[in-house]
């Protein structure tokens, strides 16, 4: 065989070689499409967010998040007002009293009050600090709170509180302070309040 045969059937070998190795990657492509279509190799979604949302940031999933309670109104087709807790979802790490109260006076959501809840609490209060001991909490608040409403008003918006933060601290007595001082009248109309707060020095269920 001269150098040009060997030179010839070399070329054949190598353009063989090349044709099978591009068939084999195709066929597998084709078959890794198939696969996907008829749903057999489909990738599932690690986080799903509220309402089957995909959570496209990817920066936290249902095990980092932790439920709380706040309470709000709402009235009945009776005209019977019940206070009803409203679930929301807060990181695990925060604070569970801290989170419920800041919960509770942003307010309800848009979605809560279309199904008829409302808060008694005014727009602007805000929650300036928090002390805790082993025997009671208290609960300072900016003077926007006392404001605005009449008397059973002032009383439903501190029910709001107190059954708020009943759910989270269990057997611990609970003190109002609006812009650090202990609060013991309130409201354009002088409400006299008794503390540590409870739901019988309020008005009974």
Do not use: C, H
């Amino acid at each position: 065989m001269n150098l040009f045969s060997k030179i010839f059937v070399v070329l054949l070998i190598i353009l063989g070689f090349f044709y099978f190795k591009s068939n084999l990657v195709d066929n597998f492509l084709n078959d890794k499409i198939d696969n996907v279509k008829k749903g057999l190799d489909k990738d599932i979604p690690e986080n799903i967010g509220n309402n089957g949302n995909i959570n496209k940031d990817n920066k936290e999933n249902t095990s980092d998040l932790k439920k709380i309670y706040t309470y709000f109104l709402k009235e009945s087709q009776g005209g019977k007002i019940s206070f009803l807790a409203i679930e929301t979802k807060v990181n695990k790490n925060e604070d569970t009293l801290k989170a419920s109260i800041e919960a509770l006076l942003e307010g309800p959501d848009e979605e809560s009050k279309k199904n008829g809840f409302y808060s008694e609490i005014p727009n602007g209060t805000k929650l300036l600090g928090i002390k805790e001991t082993d025997e009671y909490i208290i609960i300072n608040l900016n003077d926007a709170f006392q404001y605005g409403g009449g008397t059973d008003s002032v009383y439903n918006r501190l029910k709001q509180l107190i059954k708020t933060v009943e759910q989270t601290k269990i057997n611990k007595d609970i003190y109002l302070y609006l812009n650090g001082k202990q609060a013991d009248v309130i409201g354009g109309e002088g409400v006299i309040i008794k503390q540590p707060l409870t739901r019988e020095s309020l008005y009974s269920e």
